[in-house]
């Protein structure tokens, strides 16, 4: 058992520019460990990751705000404050803000993360659907 501090004094957030488009910011709850990483991310509106999937899977949980999450070949659905989303290993997805609110949310990614294009402004434009 490991009990992780609220906030170490030398954790820095980070600016997401390299898979991101808009403005991420990622606060490191917990650093890479057995294969599992949490971090608090905050979107400014309009801001979004780009496709990924994860190895094992990934949680989400939004605490604040509202945003998009799309899997591959279907529509983007609305997620608000309170809202938690299974990705199963291996699903194509992006998520992130819409284009009138931020979103933050807790990520708790599992295994490796498999980076893959930009989500096209077409894509994130495409009407969503309710959760």
Not at 36 to 53: D, K, L, Q
């Amino acid at each position: 058992m490991k009990i992780i501090p609220g906030r170490a004094e030398d954790v820095v957030s980070e600016n997401r520019t390299a898979t991101f488009t808009g403005t991420v910011w990622g606060d490191p709850v917990l650093p890479a460990t057995d294969g599992v990483t949490i971090n608090n991310v905050f979107f400014a509106p309009g801001s979004r990751t780009y496709w990924h999937e994860h190895e094992h899977g990934q949680i989400l949980h939004v605490t604040a705000g509202s945003g998009l999450i799309c899997a591959f070949g279907q529509s983007p659905r609305v997620i608000r404050a309170g809202d938690t989303v299974w990705v199963p290993p291996g699903e194509r997805h992006w998520h992130g803000a819409g284009g009138q609110s931020y979103l933050l949310h807790l990520a708790v990614s599992l295994g490796s993360t498999h980076w893959l294009d930009e989500v096209s402004e077409n894509d994130y434009a495409t009407t969503p659907a309710e959760g």
